[in-house]
C-alpha cells in the first residue's frame, strides 16, 4: 500500500491487474489478529507507466481494519504536521 484513505488505497502489485476486478486482501506483518482479516476492494483506477499500481476502492472492510487504517492516516497526519 503506497496510499491510503477512508475509502480507497494505492496499491503496488507484482502483476497488472485489470480494472473493476475484484480484490481479496489481508495485511501481511501485523498482528495475527489482523493478518487473518480479509477485506475486500474493486480497482477502479490505474496509475504508473507499468500498470502495476493500481486505485482500489474498499467494498468490505473488518471493523478491526478500519481502526487500523485509521490508526494510520492520523499518525501520518500528525507526522506530516510536524
Keep these: ?3 491510503l484513505s ?10 497488472p491487474v485489470e480494472l473493476l476486478n475484484n480484490l481479496k486482501m489481508n495485511l501481511l506483518e501485523v498482528d495475527q ?3 487473518c482479516r480479509d477485506f475486500y476492494g474493486k ?6 507507466e507499468d500498470n502495476r499500481s493500481h486505485v482500489v476502492r474498499f467494498t468490505s472492510v473488518p471493523a478491526e481494519i478500519r481502526s487500523y487504517f485509521k ?3 492520523q499518525y501520518a497526519t500528525k507526522t506530516a504536521m510536524n
Excluded: F, Q
Design 33 to 35: 489478529e489482523l493478518e
Design 71 to 73: 490508526a494510520h492516516r
Design 6 to 15: 477512508r475509502k480507497c488505497a494505492e496499491i503496488t502489485l507484482d502483476e
Design 1 to 3: 500500500m503506497t496510499g
Design 43 to 48: 480497482v477502479i483506477g490505474n496509475s504508473g
